[in-house]
């Protein structure tokens, strides 16, 4: 089942902003007519926590530090005041309208040095 | 609260059946969309399957069309996968979730399943 793309890790310094990126194609990330992408954030041993839908809306409760966008094929998820709690494994995720199914990216490892 | 309350994993040969059940509590379940969603040792998360709010519509990734089953009973606030036909590959954490990818989602603490001989 093809996937999305995403870059295996990123690292950044505290308090700094890192952004992570998601290749789609037009069957998915870029559908306009679909559901758009989103983004979970999953710790180690833990269940993943969904940050953001339908491109760029954040659940209830989750902090504005995250910032979902989407230009075309691409979805991105900008951190800004990196927090050590920040440091986990992004997984961002789209509907494909060719397979009639969600799928995902590889996941990025994003540490906070 | 909501909570999200997997069983019925395990360990299984290949070939065999297994039926993850997932009870919802502090949630109306009937509203939701639910999804399951796996992750195999040391590797990402990989939706499964997920079925509509009354039960009349489901979406499959294709690894398992044809020989995983989802399904609901809103009167029980439970999902259900059946799994049958089990393979190595199909080795994983399985979560059960509601609304995965929309405004409500939620996980559960996941449950394992491990086909080996």
């Known amino acids: 089942q093809a996937g999305l793309t995403q870059p295996p890790s990123v690292s950044k310094g505290l308090r700094q902003t890192a952004t992570l990126t998601c290749t789609g194609n037009s069957n998915n990330v870029g559908n306009e007519g679909h559901a758009g992408a989103a983004w979970l954030q999953q710790n180690r041993g833990h269940p993943p926590k969904l940050l953001s839908y339908r491109n760029n809306n954040r659940p209830s409760g989750i902090s504005e530090r995250f910032s979902p966008s989407r230009s075309g094929n691409t979805a991105s998820l900008t951190i800004t005041g990196l927090q050590p709690e920040d440091e986990a494994d992004y997984y961002c995720s789209a509907w494909d309208s060719s397979l009639g199914a969600w799928v995902f990216g590889g996941g990025t490892k994003l540490t906070v040095l | 609260e909501v909570h999200l309350v997997e069983s019925g994993g395990g360990l299984v040969q290949p070939g065999g059946s297994l039926r993850l059940s997932c009870a919802a509590s502090?949630?109306?379940?009937?509203?939701?969309?639910m999804d399951w969603v796996r992750q195999a040792p040391g590797k990402g998360l990989e939706w499964v399957a997920n079925i509509k709010q009354d039960g009349s519509g489901q979406n499959y990734v294709d690894s398992v069309k044809g020989r995983f089953t989802i399904s609901r009973d809103n009167a029980k606030n439970s999902l259900y996968l059946q799994m049958n036909g089990l393979r190595g590959e199909d080795t994983a954490v399985y979560y059960c979730a509601r609304d995965l990818f929309g405004s409500g989602s939620y996980c559960g603490q996941g449950i394992q399943v491990t086909v080996s001989s």
């Open positions: 502090g949630l109306t379940f009937s509203n939701y969309w």
